[in-house]
Nanobody, 121 residues
Framework: QVQLVESGGGLVQAGGSLNLSCAASGSIWSIGTMAWYRQVPGAQRERVAVIFHDSRTEYADSVKGRFTISRDNSKNTVSLQMNSMKPEDTGVYYC???????????????WGQGTQVTVSS
């Protein structure tokens, strides 16, 4: 059994900062790509930031220069530091990861339960 658990969401004023964390637990052998997605009502879930196993990163244009994704492979965690936040950053943020479980030979994609982020103007 593998779980992704997010933490760190909440309410912040425009211009403020939040840090989201996601911890993977269970029978994990290794983790490949990790990412953060955002979803607002009525819209598709969009990828905000991704970090590959070699620590290369990619960001959505809307968050470049404001958000930073990082990972700690020794702790199976991924974080998203969000600065200079805007009301349009509001949404439910989901952690996503490709995980190779112990005693298996293929990666499985997992999602966290989501954490609400609200940015007030």
């Amino acid at each position: 059994q593998v779980q992704l658990v997010e933490s760190g969401g909440g309410l912040v004023q425009a211009g403020g900062s939040l840090n989201l964390s996601c911890a993977a637990s269970g029978s994990i052998w290794s983790i490949g790509t990790m990412a953060w997605y955002r979803q607002v009502p009525g819209a598709q879930r969009e990828r905000v930031a991704v970090i590959f196993h070699d620590s290369r990163t990619e960001y959505a244009d809307s968050v470049k220069g404001r958000f930073t994704i990082s990972r700690d492979n020794s702790k199976n965690t991924v974080s998203l530091q969000m600065n200079s936040m805007k009301p349009e950053d509001t949404g439910v943020y989901y952690c996503n990861a490709d995980i190779l479980r112990q005693r298996t030979t293929f990666q499985v994609n997992y999602w966290g339960q989501g954490t609400q982020v609200t940015v007030s103007s």
